[in-house]
Structures are given as structure tokens and as C-alpha cells.
């Protein structure tokens, strides 16, 4: 019966950590999107303000001209408890 009850509590709290992890990832993807469009729409303070209310640190935010095409793309790597995401986002046709 122990060991049941040994064998519950290992897989318990190895869920936990799962789905501690995936929501730290979705919320990471979650704020790195957002930022790259408000830096997009409304410039790069603005995206550093949406950065600090979601408490989460900004590893770096990049700004490309889209050639001929007109345009910026913006690419921003951010961190949220350990866990870092990507996101890019274009204003060109």
C-alpha cells in the first residue's frame, strides 16, 4: 500500500512540473508576441513597459528594415522564470 501511495505521489509531482513548465513556455511565447508588436506599433519604450508589467526580462529586441519591400521587422527574445522565447513581427506588405 506504501508503495502505491509512493508511486501517486511521484507521478503527482511530476505533473506538477510539467505543467508548471508548459505554462511558464506559453506565457513566455505569450509576452514575447505581444512585445514585438508594441514595438512594432508604438516603438521600443513601449514595448519595454509591456516587458516589466509581465515581469519578465528582455534578452533583446532587434529592429531590421524590410528592404524593398518597406517596412520594419522586429524580433524579440524575452525570459520568464528560466524560460526564454522567440517572436518576430513584420510591418511590411
Excluded: H, K
Excluded at 513566455?28 to 516603438?43: F, K, N, P, R, S
Excluded at 519591400?69 to 522567440?86: L, Y
Amino acid at each position: 500500500m506504501m508503495g502505491v501511495l509512493a508511486l501517486s505521489f511521484s507521478w503527482t509531482l511530476a505533473l506538477v512540473t510539467v505543467q508548471q513548465n508548459l505554462t511558464a513556455s506559453l506565457s513566455a511565447q505569450t509576452v514575447a508576441d505581444a512585445v514585438v508588436l508594441a514595438a512594432l506599433e508604438d516603438g521600443e519604450t513601449t514595448a519595454r513597459q509591456l516587458v516589466e508589467l509581465n515581469e519578465a526580462q528582455l534578452i533583446s529586441l532587434t529592429f531590421y528594415n524590410a528592404g524593398g519591400q518597406g517596412g520594419e521587422t522586429a524580433v524579440a527574445v524575452i525570459e520568464i522564470d528560466g524560460v526564454q522565447a522567440q517572436a518576430t513581427a513584420s510591418s511590411a506588405p
